[in-house]
Structure formats: C-alpha cells, structure tokens
C-alpha cells in the first residue's frame, strides 16, 4: 500500500501577518493534513491560520540557476533609496 | 564530473560552511554530507521516538493530574520533535517509512538511555531532569548546524523543550522535600540514572569515531568529553540544592580546573547496551514495530479512502 | 453537605472525561502514525483539562480540604459514575475512535445544553469545552469515515467495532434520581431530550462512512449508578496507584 504523501504547512501567527512555512507532515488527504497541521505546529497557540500544501506540488528554483536566476538583480542599485542622494536638509522622504 | 571537479566543489562546500552559510537541501553537497547528515538527525529522531515509551509508561500511574497532564505535555512534545526531525531529513531523499525499517531492524541506532526501565514516578523526575538535561547541552549548538532544515527544527525543538528538564527537576525536588518514602525514591532514581545519563553523551573522545569531520560541518561543536564535564559541572550543584546525592565516591571539586573530577564510567555496560543487551532493548524495539504493524491497516484505509474520494470529485467534475 | 445534589452531577459529567482521557492517554506512543498519535494525545489532554475544571469546582462545594486527585483517585469504584462506553478498552484503533465518535456526538449536545445552566460556573466550563469538543467530534466521525470507507479490511474492524459499543449507546440518555433533580433545579441538563437527534446525527455519519447501523435493541447500563463493566477496575488500578501506595503525600 502507498505510503501518506507529505505535506508543507504555513501558519498565520496573528492576523496582519504572511503565512510562513513552519515544516511538514504526513497525512492521506487534505482534510487529515489541515488537522495533523493543527494538532502537529498551533500545540502552543502559534497560529490562527494555516494553509496545507502537497509538497510535491511545489515547483522549486533549481540552485545550480542561482547564478542566472539571482545575481543579474545584485546590480540594479538603483531600485534601492539608498542609490539617491539627497541633500541633509531633507530629513524625511 | 571528474574528481578534480568534484574536489573543487567539495572545497567550495567547505568553505560556504566554514562562512556560515546554510546548507539548503536542492544545494549540491558531498555524498558523504549527505549520508552522515541522514544517520546523525535520523538518530536524533529514532531517540525522541523511543524516548516516549519509557515515560509514557507513567502517564496512566501519575500521581496528581497536574502531573499527569505535564507529562502527557512533555511525551507528546516528543512525538513531535520526531516528526520535526523526520521531516527535515526527508529534504536529504529518504523516507520516514525508509527510517523506520532501519529503526526496526536495528540498522539504525537510537540513544542508548532508552533501553533502562522506568520503575518508579521518581524516575519521570530523573529522566527530565537529567536525560533532558544532557540532551539540551547536545542540542543548543545544533541550533546553528550547518544544514538548513536541521537547524530550524533544532530552533524549534530546543524552544519547545524548555519545560521539559524544569518538569522533570521538579518532581524531583517535590520529592526530595517531601517524606523520607518520597525522598528515598527520588534518591534511588538518581542513583540509577546518574551513569547513564553520562554515558549518554557518547564515548570518550578517545574512542568517538566521526568527530574532527562533524565539527567541520557543525554537527558537533563540542567534544563529548567537554559536553559530559559541562553536564556534571551544571548538575552537581542542583543535586546539592535539593538534598540529593550523586552516586560517585571520586566526584570532587577541583579548584584548579574549576571542575569537578569524577570516578571511573563503566563503558562496557555502555558498550553492551549499544549493542543491544541493555535491560529494555527488545522490549522497546517490540513496541514500536508493534504500534507500526498494528497500524497498517488503519494507514492503508486512510489513503483507500484518500483515493476514493479524489475519484469521486474528479467523477463530479465530469 | 449543603450542595449534595450538585456535587454528585458533577461528578457525573466529570467522570465521564476522566475515564476517557485516561484510556487516550494509555495511546500515547503506540499510535498507527506519529500524526495520529499527537493528535490523540491532544484530545486526551483536553479531556483531562475539563476534568481539572470540574473537580475543582466540586472540591470547592466539598469544602472539606478534599482536592481535585482526592476526587480523581481516592474513590471507591462503585462511586466513579462514568457511562459504560467511555471504560471500555483500546481494543484496537477502530474500537478507540468509534468510543470516541460515540461519545462525542452526546458530549458536544450535552454541553450545548449545559452552557445554559442557571450555575455560572457550570456554564462557563462548557463554554470552554464546547470548542474543544467540536474538534474531538470533527476528528473522530472524519475516521470513522476513513476507516468505513477504505479497505475491506478497515470497513470490516470499524463495523465490528460500532457493533460491539452500540450496546452502551443507550445509557448516555438514562435519567438518574440525580439528574432529574438538577434539571428541575434548572442546573441540569435533560439528556433524555438530546437521544433523537444524537441516534440522527450517529446514523448519518454511519452511512456516509458506508457501515450498517446496528439493529440490536439490547442496551448495558448502570455507570451512572456505579455498576461498572470489568474493565473499569484494571484502569482504576492504574490510575490510583500512586494516591494508594503511597498516601496522604504531595506530588
């Protein structure tokens, strides 16, 4: 017999807040995998929302594409404020 | 890729760790990397497994439910510091099921301590407070190991088992405050967990085969020899705090270390044990193929059902 | 005692959470997955966290510096007024679930009904506890539903399972003395009214789970009045151990 697929689980901590990924678990189906989730990561109050997710659904970047896929960003400075000079007098902005 | 290659990424490796950078599971990462992270957290989650029989053999007998609920608390937690860590060595590509055959044909090992018997409530107090005790002083450095997933289950773990070594020490001072039956009990408990729970944090360094490559790799920050003396320095005085006694004639302040020095470890008792001859190894192992077999028929329906109802609502979308 | 009657109903509701979660507990560790296992362990904590509730209100009203494990565990078995169903062993998972699926579908009506129970604090505990049962309620009758509703072999343990614990499914509805008392006190909560919809609500999740609803009309009771199966006595044994062997200690 097939063994329970793994699941990734994202909890809400507190409304306002993202769902963050905080593990995984077993479970046979979705519903089994929202209780498990409960039971396995909110134990001690950690969230009031939680989001279940097969994990073999996840489409992952590859790290061998790190190079093309993140360095081509490490020098576009100029979406950061920090690129900008502004003269001292503006404090804010 | 040829071997020259191969070093040369090995040496890269090496050097993101010796950075601090974390290890991801899609990284690439050495052969040897890989299999030692996979039996080191996989006996780290075979121990939280078994750890639950020898204190769940209490929970029905607690004495107050206070206590119970506590302890019930503490053994479940367990369960799911187990899962944790099965979980993030699933990243590595192996599976639970794959980590349980290895537990269950004795192909994998488990810590050692498990294989004593609980035999009076004194020893959920020992058992917190000392086997506990020495695991957290394994386990903080863990927190900032090398591979990513293992890490952040540590973090998590480690926050988790605050409450655990507290519990288990205040049963024991209970005890040890209470009437001469009690304080006798928790007495007899210290005596027999005491060498263990030094045995635990593995053999001398003289004989601790894998170190210098895991201190590379921050699977292992300290020495066992320095882990058992920082365990003796930080307990022999709560020992002292509540009246108890440390089963070791040689055990001595020594002024000039600012240590105690302690008496001779029985390590072929150790030695046995691992091998599978301590006092409660088969009944352990028996336990947990048991609740595994025995609940195969129950995982079987769950994923049947599973699969029936994914039929039926792809039937209703038809 | 001047609250005798109130004392001993509840007691009555609180014993039944005290057997139960003391028979989940004995699951912890020996679960059909680890999930599973932390998930059993949490409804056997809630139960034991209502006991709690309950016995301390109860030792207030004692007023005799009886504490909450003296109620727990220093009474005679014939004195524990626990309904035969939540007693009966972990036979194996689908005996456990289905207790629990039994006992949840009445207990989640019961408090339902006692959150409007003229004592405040009575209320207030089934205020807490109805969240907590909704959730056991949810969780069992969904395993029912898997174990009915998988193999061959799940459907056939599940229906062997509803069949053997059909018989103390009655005695949840059995009036005491007692208990008529404290519903003309306005206390209490009249389980003979919940029977109807409870055996509705059973039969649905029976079908759906695909079992047959057990035609039997011969029902065991007695708990209420004391009158336990064999195996309360084997679960007392190990619960009171401690308070017996060693009595009059703090812990």
Known sequence: ???????????????????????????????????????????????VS????????????????????FEPAHDKVYRHPTFYELPDEVKHM | MSEEQIRSLERQFDERIARDEKIEPKDWMPEKYRKTHIRQMSQHAHSEIVG???????ISRAPSLRRKVALLAKVQDEAGHGLYLYSATETLGISREEMYEQLHTGKAKYSSIFNYPTISWADMGAVGWLVDGAAIINQ??????????????????????????????????????GSPEQKDMAQDALNRWWWPSLMMLGPTDAESIHTEQSMKWK???????????????????QAELIGLTIPDPDLKWNEERQSYDFGEINWDEFWQVVKGHGPMNKHRMKARVGAWEEGAWVRDAAMAHAEKKQERKQKEAV | MKNQNLYNYILGIADNSLILGQRMGELCGHGPSLETDI????????????????????????????????????????DYKNVLLV?????????????????????????????????????????????????????????IK???????????????????????????????????????????????????????????????????IPESKYFQKGGKEGIHTEHLGYLLAELQYMQRAYPNMEW
Not at chain 1, 15 to 32: I, K, P, T, V, Y
Not at chain 1, 50 to 69: M, Q
Not at chain 3, 92 to 110: I, K, M, S
């Open chain 3, 39 to 78: 998930a059993c362990t949490n409804i056997s904590l809630d139960l034991f966290g209502q006991v709690r509730s309950y016995f301390q209100y109860a030792a207030k009203i004692a007023g005799d510096g009886r504490t909450e494990d003296d109620i727990a565990m220093l009474r005679k078995e014939r």
């Open chain 3, 87 to 143: 007693e009966q062993p972990n036979t194996n998972f689908a005996y456990t679930l289905g207790r629990q699926f039994l006992f949840d579908v009445y207990h989640l009506a019961f408090l339902k009904e006692l959150q409007k129970s003229t004592d405040l604090t009575l209320s207030a505990i089934a205020n807490k506890c109805v969240k907590e049962v909704s959730y056991h309620e949810r969780f069992s009758s969904d395993w």
């Open chain 2, 140 to 177: 903080v450095p863990l927190c900032n190991t090398s591979y990513g997933p293992y890490a952040r289950a540590m973090i998590r773990v480690c926050k988790e088992e605050s409450f655990h070594q507290r519990q288990g020490f205040e049963i024991m001072m209970k005890l040890a405050n």
């Open chain 2, 52 to 58: 639950m029989l020898p204190e769940g053999n209490w």
């Open chain 1, 50 to 69: 939680i989001w279940v997710v097969k994990s073999s659904n996840i489409t992952a970047s590859n790290p061998d594409n790190n190079g093309e896929l």
């Open chain 2, 219 to 237: 699977l292992k920050r300290k020495s066992n020899d320095d882990l058992r003396q920082q365990f003796i320095d930080q307990t022999v005085p």
């Open chain 1, 1 to 47: 017999m097939k063994n329970w697929p793994l699941w990734e689980v994202f909890v809400r901590s507190k409304n306002g807040l993202e769902h963050r990924h905080c593990g995984s678990l077993h479970a046979a189906d979705e519903d089994m995998a929202l209780e498990n989730a409960r039971d396995v990561y909110t134990r001690r109050s950690e969230g």
């Open chain 3, 146 to 212: 898997r174990l009915g509703d998988g193999t061959a072999e799940s459907k056939a343990k599940m229906q062997d399972a509803i069949n053997d614990l059909w018989t103390y499914t009655d005695e949840l509805f059995h009036q005491t003395e007692a208990d008529k008392a404290m519903v003309e006190e306005g206390f209490g909560v009249d389980v003979t009214r919940l029977k109807e919809a409870y055996y509705t609500e059973i039969n649905q999740v029976l079908e759906e789970a695909t079992l047959t």
